[in-house]
């Protein structure tokens, strides 16, 4: 399984951009590429709680849904993001 202490954006690691201060723009973009596949309330809800850094209390009151909810969607869609990025890691040691 991989963490997010082991992927790389570029030649930096997943966790810088997740521990800076502000989201710059290269972060943004790179969220856009990873929840591509998403459907359109996971990158609502990974957006919230990685971009806009709302607790899961919070994001369940936008969505309309138990802050327990929101952790099982959360979990799942963070999952869904390892299983694609580990599938792209795959296809480029492949080629």
């Not at 930096?12 to 800076?20: A, D, N, R």
């Not at 290269?26 to 809800?45: A, M, Y």
């Not at 969505?63 to 890691?89: F, T």
Request: glycine share 6%; with cysteine; proline share 2%.
């Amino acid at each position: 399984m991989v963490s997010s202490l082991d992927v790389t954006v570029g030649d930096y690691p997943l966790s810088c951009f997740l521990e800076s201060e502000e989201p710059d723009d290269t972060f943004c973009e790179f969220l856009e590429l990873v929840t591509k596949g998403l459907d359109e309330n996971g990158k609502k809800i990974v957006s919230m709680y990685y971009l806009d850094e709302l607790s899961l209390k919070e994001i369940g009151k936008v969505i309309g849904v138990s802050e327990g909810r929101v952790s099982q969607l959360l979990k799942k869609y963070k999952q869904q993001i390892r299983d694609s990025w580990e599938y792209m890691d795959l296809v480029a040691m492949a080629a």
